[in-house]
T-cell receptor, first 114, second 109 residues
Framework: GAVVSQHPSWVICKSGTSVKIECRSL??????MFWYRQFPKQSLMLMAT?????????EQGVEKDKFLINHASLTLSTLTVTSAHPEDSSFYIC??????????FGPGTRLTVT | GQNIDQPTEMTATEGAIVQINCTYQ??????LFWYQQHAGEAPTFLSY??LDGLEEKGRFSSFLSRSKGYSYLLLKELQMKDSASYLC??????????WGAGTKLIIKP
């Protein structure tokens, strides 16, 4: 089956620094990738939809200047959390959609900002 | 607006059967997914329904009625490892996933 990887699996950073999270579709091409965040005991919250070669579409309430998304190729999308603060600590999950419109999730990245 | 409803929490006994319901109102319909998510992990795919009827896959089955905007996930022979959240998600007319809030399933011995 289709595999999506994320790197890193977990990261701890200091407040004010930036963190980049990579999402890769390993065995298929994904024209669309999605970025979610999930707080403990809560459902997934869609942050943005990323289409290869174009600007990401952000959901209402998500700061595009803080959460930078780059979808430079059909197999790679990156999310950069800029000037991270403790309230940005969360579980970030990406998913990639294949040509049959099925979504496959990455394993997630746990971000802790101290 | 678009809306997905599923119970917040359910409790069942090991070895029993449990049915998790999902009702939806969305702009268009291009399929419905069920995902399982264990605490601290990403969701994993369980099933996909786009036509009415029952899809069986081992201990898990998923049912869809498009006319009623209704689906259920049926879990048989429950095991302790089935304790997780179960997420219902509908693909709308723009092929975007609309997520339910998830149902936390607690399995008791």
């Amino acid at each position: 089956g289709a595999v999506v990887s994320q790197h890193p699996s977990w990261v701890i950073c200091k407040s004010g620094t930036s963190v980049k999270i990579e999402c890769r579709s390993l065995d298929f091409q994904a024209t669309t990738m999605f970025w979610y965040r999930q707080f403990p005991k809560q459902s997934l919250m869609l942050m943005a939809t990323s289409n290869e070669g174009s600007k990401a579409t952000y959901e209402q309430g998500v700061e595009k200047d803080k959460f930078l998304i780059n979808h430079a190729s059909l197999t790679l999308s990156t999310l950069t959390v800029t000037s991270a603060h403790p309230e940005d600590s969360s579980f970030y999950i990406c998913s990639a959609r294949d040509s049959f419109h099925e979504q496959y999730f990455g394993p997630g990245t746990r971000l802790t900002v101290t | 607006g678009q809306n997905i409803d599923q119970p917040t929490e359910m409790t069942a006994t090991e070895g029993a059967i449990v049915q998790i319901n999902c009702t939806y109102q969305t702009s268009g319909f291009n399929g419905l997914f069920w995902y399982q998510q264990h605490a601290g992990e990403a969701p994993t795919f369980l099933s996909y329904n786009v036509l009415d009827g029952l899809e069986e896959k081992g201990r898990f089955s998923s049912f869809l009625s498009r006319s009623k905007g209704y689906s259920y996930l049926l879990l048989k022979e429950l095991q302790m490892k089935d304790s997780a959240s179960y997420l219902c998600a509908v693909v709308d007319s723009n092929y975007q996933l609309i997520w339910g809030a998830g149902t936390k399933l607690i399995i008791k011995p």
